[in-house]
């Protein structure tokens, strides 16, 4: 029963990203025609005006959300599973701030960054939120849901605010705000050519790491008893999540929310297995931010909001919810 269950929302999740990718290249503030699109992604011609609306911003913006989507959600539900923590997200937990912080360094020290360094400025900042998170989640006073949540929101607040500052000071305010409003509209092609395959990588190995996540599940004691050792399981999971989350803050900024809400509905889905949770995770992750940005721009066309508002408009509310029914079991 279980099986079936799993095939069919599998099934389910890979059709509704391909019906909304489709919508989204379709649609926008430039009407164009599936035959339009067609030619656009099989029969290509730059002289063409809608074809290379399609080609040159529409492609590269809708592929850059599906591959964010599922590296948040992915991030998102290995982190809840190496801290047991149900409201683990990289967004929540500071990991996406620090990114961010170190992001707001390359723009000063690097005004011309290729988008190799500015991902490496990224990563470096998203390892040492991680390593701060590790070792909060890991030490046997602070185990408790509600201090690693909070001990997360004190360092993500304290990152933001130093960026603020330092984007002040350096008179990059304008610079910074592009970064985090232009969200995947500001994705290209060349950014896609660089980043694009760490992502995919990163994607590849949250999928094999998903059997050995399920080895957490049992309890560090029990794994230990087995003759597994546990350390190694964190160790690659943290890197993926370091991989995951930073590459996506250095392609659209800090999109929070899409790595706390899918893995949930996810597992209401298909049970607690992590090995079928994970690749159902990733598809619907990838179709919430494909449609969150769709909405963003057809809602009041050529106007456009940015995409992290409407998932916070459902992410807000779902944090709570969860939050309150934390409280209520503990």
């Not at 005004?111 to 040492?128: M, N, R, S, V």
């Not at 509600?146 to 360092?155: F, N, S």
């Not at 980043?195 to 590849?204: E, V």
């Amino acid at each position: 029963m279980m099986n079936k269950k799993f095939g069919f929302s599998l099934v389910i999740s890979l059709i509704l990203l391909a019906i909304l990718m489709v919508v989204s290249i379709r649609y926008g503030a430039a009407q164009t025609t599936m035959k339009t699109v067609y030619h656009a992604v099989f029969d290509y011609h730059a002289s063409q005006l809608q074809q290379a609306v399609i080609h040159e911003i529409r492609l590269p913006r809708v592929l850059g959300a599906a591959l964010i989507g599922a590296s948040l959600a992915g991030s998102g539900l290995i982190m809840q599973e190496l801290t047991q923590n149900p409201l683990a997200d990289s967004g929540l937990l500071g990991i996406n701030a620090g990114a961010g912080f170190m992001l707001t360094i390359s723009f000063i020290v690097l005004p011309k960054a290729t988008p190799q360094q500015t991902a490496i400025f990224a990563l470096i900042g998203a390892a040492l939120s991680a390593c701060l998170i590790l070792a909060i989640s890991m030490a046997k006073k602070t185990q408790k849901t509600a201090t690693v949540v909070l001990a997360g929101m004190a360092i993500s607040s304290c990152l933001v605010a130093l960026s603020e500052g330092l984007s002040l000071m350096t008179q990059l305010k304008r610079d910074l705000a592009f970064w985090h409003f232009g969200g995947v509209a500001a994705i290209t092609w060349t950014q896609l050519t660089h980043l694009g395959p760490w992502l995919i990588g990163g994607l590849i190995a949250s999928l094999c790491l998903a059997p050995q996540l399920r080895l957490l599940q049992l309890g560090d004691e029990l794994v230990l008893s087995l003759g597994r050792k546990t350390s190694v399981v964190r160790l690659l999971g943290f890197i993926c999540v370091i991989i995951l989350a930073g590459i996506s803050v250095a392609l659209v900024g800090s999109v929070a929310f899409v790595g706390l809400m899918v893995p949930h509905i996810t597992r209401y889905l298909v049970g607690y297995d992590v090995r079928k949770v994970m690749p159902v995770t990733l598809l619907l992750g990838a179709s919430l931010v494909v449609a969150a940005d769709l909405i963003s721009r057809t809602i009041n066309p050529p106007q456009e909001i940015p995409f992290g508002i409407m998932i916070a408009l459902i992410g807000v509310p779902f944090f709570i919810y969860l939050a309150r029914k934390g409280a209520s079991q503990a």
